[in-house]
């Protein structure tokens, strides 16, 4: 039972962090149908940020992480004025193409122009194990489950309470309707981009002490919350996140019970059986398109 | 007539290409040559039926593995290689049941799927595919006296089966499976309305691409002489994809243009040294931004354009 | 419609371009340079590279090899073995001396059959036991491979520590899983007993929990970190941070500058072994070192000097050799014992090349110690190889 627990927090605090990535994925997809190859860069390129501000410009870490979600925020601004706009009329094959593209620009541009080096980042919290009886916990990774589910509640509350989240449903549900509304959708849109890049740098200063600081890991986090986002459901928020705690708990139990071995491969059964038995997704609800 | 001329050019152009390239260029030509044989099957099974497939390096690499471990066991090249095609194209005719259903990037995620876990696969099995480790020693074929061993006649090799691809897929397309799939690709109610069997025709969409991709594992095999699973991962899927795309989807030139850019673009721009990475991605978006039908569009412009210009002479 | 002719149009003569032949070759000592630039291995070929720049610098200075300047190109195998094959091939279209380079084991086994067919002497960074195997007489390791390696770090573990129940770690590629064969193999043959647990991990894994379990329930005292840099650094801060009591030991990749650069204070306590360190008693890896600490602001990986050396055995080969002969340097480079005498520069002391290209030299056990802002390795023993004039030597120790 111990055991049970122990590795029921690994896989929650894994899991919790391909949730809020793949919870920009699945934004993204209902507003504008874009599936974004380079979510995985935007987590990247903030990591950075952070170390850039953090640690070699010695700035305390509050501002550090204010300024980091504000660079956040202008580049998925810059990502859909620049991109996403032109590109949206060519269907998703396009959008597809080019993110792929702006993934690897991001990646070996991070590279060039700084290092190829896996940097250095501090823990956010205190790391003294707790003991309670056989289970022994780190207050990090309780610390990164709390904080990131109150920031999903919040993000949840706003788009279900706020005037600006509902015109986003209205986008996410029909863009002719929403027109006729008068709702402003490309404002919309933006918006939603720019959400995307500050959940994706919230969730980079969370995984900066776990990962590491390294140009390439984003490929690793995109393809984890893209599944993610298919087995929970690509049309709800709520199925990001339970998408993302199914992974890491996949994760962690086949490696924990079955084998290490296939520990990635694993999750892509898992994905194909959920593709095959409920391909909207575990929360999902059934779109018209397939 | 004109046009065969044209073509008989290009033949000859790249019969006697050997001649004028260094080891390693040759080398670049005829993994051209390879790439263009997948690109072709991902481009009957996306550019004209329209069925997504992110799974293509598996059947790439169920081909080469077939090459690969068969050539081990004694086997001769020419009958393997017809068999590395239907192997793949067998495994191609399963991942099609779920296209039945599923469409785009349902589709997509899917074949994804498919293609992590057939890495994997290709990874921990070692008591088959040797792991990690992959498989080397590979040898090169030989008819009679006339070995294809070296370099330059392993190249004329890949060239007469690359002619034969394409003849192959200008047949395919023109025939009644590449209007079947076609009217699929366009609409698939109006194509079940006209008694197209859609059930039959996707599965063979799928088949005859993973035919095609798993000849090419065939020839990659040889050409590398080792093969292992880092060559057959979801991210040379996608630059199938790229090429296809970049070239040209549902166009016989497609693939060929779009081969010869994924392939040989890193080795134009290694002037840039590390950075042509960066330079490959920006053509990507670059592409994608303002030349959306991919190149062949500006061939079919040039390709206009110029008997114009010699009629207005007139 | 113009431009984007104009754009397609540049696009094919830059292709047409490329497609003429090689220069000639000059007057110059090449050396193709095969190594991980972009991919996982990126931090690992850039201290390599540095190395081999430095070495090439020095070399130059002093009047190059025989009278002929060294001169490089770097080829990038975006560590992926696939292209590693086309960077080889490419390289040797260059037409070098020789090669240098790759790191990673998987892609050395893929393209080392292209050097021994063009008869280029390839050193390589690689450790995997196979690779000696091969029959190549144009291989030659920059660093003790693992078969020799993890031995002579078990035997210290074993009679030093003496843990009751050992784990292994290890990175789910040719390195780890060759050394997971290795070290089963010796705890059989020698000590009569076997790991309790050995665990295949993935690159940019971040979670080990599910591992830890498996520790915990096997009652495992040591465990065997095999894994890479980065993985190796996260597996101390998670042992760390989850109060696990264990020795931890590592081969070089788990205490080397990239590692505990990362890994900090939770690294303190692992033991290690390495054939290069910084702060060595062995005064040419002390001297670049500082060079490079100078040049760079931080301390080098032994991939630097790695790379450094494989610069220099050609310079000893060709020395050795009197002439640019590669059949002879072949020879020449087997069975040699390359001593400060022979070549000055050199990293690592008295080196000892078998017939099979295996490096055969001292190696530093070390343990990392936390001084409070760096984690350094400190030398705790140097352990005499195991084959060639020095292995009759005892081990040296510098702390007990």
């Known amino acids: 039972m111990a055991n049970f627990i122990q590795l029921l927090i690994g896989g929650v605090s894994m899991g919790i962090l391909y949730g809020v990535v793949a919870i920009g994925f699945v934004l993204l997809w209902q507003t504008s149908q874009t599936i974004n190859f380079g979510q995985g860069e935007l987590v990247m390129v903030p990591m950075f940020l952070m170390v850039a501000l953090h640690i070699v410009l010695k700035i305390p870490f509050w501002p550090s992480f204010v300024l980091t979600l504000l660079g956040s925020g202008i580049m998925g601004y810059l990502f859909e004025r620049l991109m996403i706009r032109k590109l949206l009329p060519g269907g998703v094959l396009v959008i597809v193409i080019a993110t792929l593209g702006l993934s690897g620009f991001l990646r070996y541009g991070m590279q060039i122009a700084w290092t190829p080096q896996t940097l250095f980042f501090p823990h956010l919290f205190s790391t003294k194990p707790i003991e309670l009886g056989d289970i022994i916990f780190s207050p990090e990774d309780i610390w990164n489950i709390v904080l990131i589910s109150v920031i999903i509640i919040v993000l949840h509350l706003c788009i279900k309470r706020t005037k600006l989240g509902m015109a986003m449903q209205a986008v996410a549900q029909s863009r002719e309707t929403a027109e006729l509304m008068g709702i402003n959708v490309r404002h919309i849109i933006t918006l939603v981009f720019v959400l995307n890049s500050v959940l994706a740098g919230t969730a980079a200063v969370f995984a900066a002490p776990i990962f590491f600081v390294r140009y390439d890991i984003g490929i690793f986090?995109?393809?984890?919350?893209?599944?993610?986002?298919?087995?929970?459901?690509?049309?709800?928020?709520?199925?990001?996140?339970?998408?993302?705690?199914?992974?890491?708990?996949?994760?962690?139990?086949?490696?924990?019970?079955?084998?290490?071995?296939?520990?990635?491969?694993?999750?892509?059964?898992?994905?194909?059986?959920?593709?095959?038995?409920?391909?909207?997704?575990i929360v999902g609800i059934k779109e018209e398109a397939y | 007539m004109i046009r065969w001329l044209f073509w008989g050019i290009i033949v000859a152009i790249l019969c006697v290409l050997p001649r004028f390239l260094g080891d390693y260029t040759l080398y670049v030509v005829s993994l051209t040559y390879v790439y263009v044989t997948v690109a072709i099957g991902l481009n009957l099974t996306l550019g004209y039926a329209n069925q997504v497939s992110l799974c293509h390096a598996s059947f790439f690499g169920i081909g080469a593995y077939t090459m690969g471990l068969l050539l081990a066991q004694g086997w001769s090249f020419w009958l393997i290689l017809p068999l590395s095609g239907i192997f793949a194209g067998l495994f191609g005719a399963v991942i099609g049941f779920p296209a039945l259903k599923w469409k785009d990037h349902y589709l997509a995620l899917i074949t994804i799927a498919i293609n992590i876990i057939t890495f994997f696969v290709m990874m921990q099995e070692s008591w088959l595919t040797g792991g990690p480790t992959g498989v080397s020693g590979i040898t090169r074929p030989s008819i009679g006296s006339l070995s294809f061993t070296s370099d330059i006649n392993y190249y004329y090799l890949l060239l007469v089966l690359f002619i034969l691809a394409i003849l192959a897929s200008i047949w395919i397309v023109n025939s009644k499976w590449g209007r079947a799939f076609r009217a699929i690709g366009l609409n698939e109610l109006a194509a079940r309305g006209h008694g197209i069997s859609s059930f039959n025709y996707k599965l063979l969409a799928f088949a005859v691409g993973a035919f095609f991709a798993g000849v090419g594992g065939g020839l990659f095999a040889p050409l590398l002489r080792y093969i292992s699973p880092d060559a057959f991962t979801f991210f040379i899927s996608l630059e199938f994809l790229i090429m296809i795309v970049i070239g040209g989807m549902g166009r016989i030139e497609g693939p060929i243009i779009g081969a010869i850019i994924v392939v040989m673009g890193p080795e134009v721009l290694r002037m840039a040294e590390a950075a042509y990475l960066i330079v490959y991605s920006l053509i990507l978006i670059l592409v994608m931004l303002f030349m959306r039908g991919g190149l062949v569009i500006v061939l079919d412009r040039l390709r206009e354009a110029i008997p114009a210009r010699i009629g207005s002479r007139r | 419609m113009l431009k984007k002719t104009l754009i397609s149009i540049s696009i094919l003569s830059l292709l047409i371009f490329f497609s003429s032949g090689p220069a000639a070759a000059a007057e110059k000592v090449r050396i193709g340079v095969v190594i991980e630039l972009t991919?996982?291995?990126?931090?690992?070929?850039?201290?390599?590279?540095?190395?081999?720049?430095?070495?090439?610098?020095?070399?130059?200075?002093?009047?190059?090899?025989?009278?002929?300047?060294?001169?490089?190109?770097?080829?990038?195998?975006?560590?992926?073995?696939?292209?590693?094959?086309?960077?080889?091939?490419?390289?040797?279209?260059?037409?070098?001396?020789?090669?240098?380079?790759?790191?990673?084991?998987?892609?050395?086994?893929?393209?080392?059959?292209?050097?021994?067919?063009?008869?280029?002497p390839q050193n390589v960074g690689s450790e995997n036991w196979r690779i000696s195997t091969k029959g190549s007489k144009y291989i030659w390791r920059t660093s003790t491979q693992q078969g020799f390696e993890i031995p002579k770090l078990l035997s210290f573990i074993m009679a030093e520590k003496k843990p009751k129940a050992i784990a292994m770690l290890h990175v789910n590629n040719d390195y780890g899983i060759g050394a997971k064969e290795t070290?089963?193999?010796?705890?059989?043959?020698?000590?009569?007993?076997?790991?309790?647990?050995?665990?295949?991990?993935?690159?940019?894994?971040?979670?080990?929990?599910?591992?830890?379990?498996?520790?915990?329930?096997?009652?495992?005292?040591?465990?065997?970190?095999?894994?890479?840099?980065?993985?190796?650094?996260?597996?101390?801060?998670?042992?760390?941070?989850?109060?696990?009591?264990?020795?931890?030991?590592?081969?070089?990749?788990?205490?080397s500058e990239d590692t505990l650069r990362l890994g900090k204070e939770s690294a303190e306590g692992v033991y290690g072994m390495s054939g290069f360190e910084y702060n060595a008693p062995e005064p040419n890896c002390v001297r670049v070192s500082k060079w490079f600490k100078k040049q760079y602001k931080e301390w080098p990986d032994n991939e630097f000097m790695k790379g450094y050396n494989s610069v220099y055995l050609v310079k000893t080969g060709i020395e050795q050799t009197g002439g640019f002969d590669k059949a002879k340097y072949s020879q020449k480079m087997h069975n040699i014992f390359i001593t400060p005498k022979v070549q000055k520069n050199i990293c690592g002391g008295n080196l000892y090349y078998d017939d099979v290209g295996d490096l055969h030299a001292w190696d530093y056990l070390v343990q990392v110690k936390w001084d409070g802002t760096h984690a350094k390795p400190k030398i705790v023993a140097a352990l005499p190889p195991l084959k060639g004039p020095d292995s009759s030597k005892k081990t040296k120790w510098y702390e007990k």
């Open chain 3, 39 to 120: 991919g996982a291995g990126a931090s690992l070929g850039d201290y390599w590279t540095k190395g081999v720049k430095y070495a090439t610098k020095e070399i130059n200075d002093a009047g190059g090899i025989l009278g002929r300047p060294v001169e490089y190109k770097i080829f990038d195998t975006q560590s992926k073995p696939p292209i590693s094959v086309s960077a080889v091939k490419k390289a040797l279209a260059w037409k070098p001396y020789a090669l240098s380079g790759p790191i990673y084991s998987s892609s050395t086994l893929a393209n080392m059959f292209l050097s021994q067919e063009a008869k280029t």
């Open chain 3, 183 to 255: 070290t089963q193999k010796i705890l059989k043959e020698t000590y009569n007993t076997k790991l309790v647990a050995a665990m295949a991990c993935e690159q940019k894994q971040a979670d080990y929990s599910a591992e830890f379990s498996t520790l915990r329930r096997k009652k495992a005292d040591a465990l065997f970190v095999y894994l890479l840099e980065e993985e190796a650094a996260i597996v101390y801060r998670q042992v760390r941070k989850m109060g696990l009591k264990l020795v931890l030991f590592a081969p070089n990749s788990g205490i």
């Open chain 1, 221 to 281: 986090l995109g393809v984890k919350a893209f599944v993610a986002a298919i087995i929970g459901g690509f049309n709800q928020i709520r199925g990001a996140l339970v998408g993302g705690l199914t992974v890491g708990l996949a994760e962690t139990f086949a490696a924990a019970y079955i084998t290490t071995a296939y520990r990635d491969a694993f999750v892509m059964i898992l994905l194909l059986v959920v593709l095959l038995i409920k391909p909207e997704g």
